[in-house]
């Protein structure tokens, strides 16, 4: 009897944690090409914390860390617009969300991608109209996206990370 009770206590751990995991808010929505405005409905989306603003002449980049512990750079231009997106952590964001109206495009790109690969492992589309990179494992998950179009003057591909 004792292996009948590990068993209900071990699946009732386990559906407890997806429970959990299936709650927390995993989402950004300051979408590639979006405005700066939703910056901070992400943060409220993400029950995530502001880590920093940083600010150049060319750019501003708002950090947030979600309460799942991925942070999420939001790259925005002098005019307002979201030219990049990047992330780190242990999950990877809601990517409809983050890539916005570029989602279909980058989906059809990835299952592409995905069949002229062998195995797994890190995807990288360059394309003119979007790029996107992404890579890791369970708990380790890093990417980018961007818009060449939309990049600000003096500001190269490589800031957006």
Do not use: C
């Not at 009732?12 to 995993?26: G, I, K, V």
């Not at 950090?63 to 030219?83: L, M, N, W």
């Not at 989602?103 to 394309?127: D, H």
């Amino acid at each position: 009897m004792g292996w009948v009770r590990a068993f209900v206590v071990t699946r009732a751990s386990t559906l407890s944690a997806a429970a959990m995991m299936m709650a927390l808010p995993l989402s950004a929505s300051a979408a590639l090409g979006g405005d700066v405005s939703s910056v901070q409905s992400d943060r409220v989306k993400m029950s995530g914390a502001l880590l920093r603003i940083t600010a150049t002449g060319s750019s501003t980049v708002h950090e947030i860390q979600a309460s799942s512990g991925t942070v999420v750079r939001e790259f925005i231009s002098p005019a307002g617009k979201v030219f990049g997106v990047a992330w780190e952590g242990p999950w990877i964001p809601d990517l409809r969300e983050m890539l916005g109206m570029y989602f279909e495009q980058y989906t059809t790109l990835a299952q592409a991608a995905r069949r002229n690969r062998k195995g797994r492992g890190p995807i990288s589309i360059q394309e003119p109209g979007l790029v996107v990179q992404m890579s890791g494992h369970a708990r380790a998950f890093v990417g980018r996206a961007y818009v060449p179009q939309l990049l600000p003057q003096g500001v190269g591909a490589e800031s957006v990370r």
